[in-house]
């Protein structure tokens, strides 16, 4: 019986792919969905290597119009920023958010996003 190894690194090339499809591959691969031994509660330790993550294509208006919420929890504390001024600080901030939205909301979540990395 052959062993299948359980940690890898894949290297993904952002340069004109679009942010939503590029997020669900990656989510994919944190979650290991594309091996043959998936299981739901087995955490795989893929690490996936993004490199130009400046030139990620965002398709429509979004980078105008779409705005990230944040709330401090004092009254009146909360933040809408645009995806424009995250992505002129942190382009990587805004595929993790994308990424983040696709996995599934359970205690391996914030393990697999630790393992995202940008070059």
């Given at each position: 019986?052959?062993?299948i190894?359980?940690k890898k690194?894949?290297n993904i ?8 499809r ?10 290991g ?5 998936y299981?739901?509660n087995?955490?795989?330790?893929h690490?996936?290597?993004?490199k ?6 965002v398709t429509g208006r979004?980078?105008e ?6 709330h401090s929890?004092?009254?009146g ?7 424009k001024v995250i ?7 805004i ?6 939205g ?5 205690r ?6 630790k ?5």
């Amino acid at each position: 019986m052959e062993k299948i190894e359980t940690k890898k690194e894949y290297n993904i090339d952002a340069k004109g792919k679009v942010l939503g499809r590029l997020a669900s591959e990656i989510a994919v691969i944190l979650q290991g969905k594309n091996r043959v031994d998936y299981m739901p509660n087995k955490d795989f330790e893929h690490f996936v290597i993004i490199k130009n993550i400046k030139k990620i294509k965002v398709t429509g208006r979004k980078m105008e119009d779409k705005t990230y919420f944040s709330h401090s929890g004092y009254l009146g504390g909360d933040k809408h920023t645009p995806m424009k001024v995250i992505f002129e600080k942190k382009p990587g901030e805004i595929l993790i958010k994308a990424v983040s939205g696709m996995l599934p909301k359970n205690r391996l979540r914030a393990k697999r996003i630790k393992r995202i990395k940008f070059e």
